[in-house]
């Protein structure tokens, strides 16, 4: 069994698409040189992003759209 599990990931955000952009954004960030934030076993990028996403040492935040000019 794959742990964490999707479902329980996905209580952390608020879509898979948000999920799938948070852990590439991240892992592109580790693989950068950036410290994780977690302890994993894995010196795998995106593992390590999912994990820190699940331990909620990451947030996100949704841009808002802007208003249009008038």
Same mark, same amino acid.
């Given at each position: 069994?794959?742990y964490?599990?999707?479902?329980?990931? #996905?209580? =952390? &955000?608020? %879509?898979?698409?948000?999920?799938?952009? /948070?852990?590439?954004?991240?892992?592109?960030?580790?693989?950068?040189?950036?410290?994780? #934030?977690? =302890? &994993?076993? %894995?010196?795998?990028?995106?593992?390590? /992003?999912?994990?820190?996403?699940?331990?909620?040492?990451?947030?996100?935040?949704?841009?808002?759209?802007?208003?249009?000019?008038?």
């Open positions: 069994m794959i964490p599990t999707l479902s329980s990931l #996905l209580e =952390k &955000v608020d %879509s898979k698409y948000t999920l799938v952009v /948070a852990v590439a954004k991240r892992a592109r960030q580790l693989v950068d040189g950036q410290q994780k #934030l977690t =302890k &994993v076993e %894995s010196n795998k990028p995106v593992t390590i /992003a999912i994990n820190e996403i699940y331990d909620e040492k990451i947030a996100y935040e949704r841009n808002k759209p802007e208003k249009p000019a008038e």
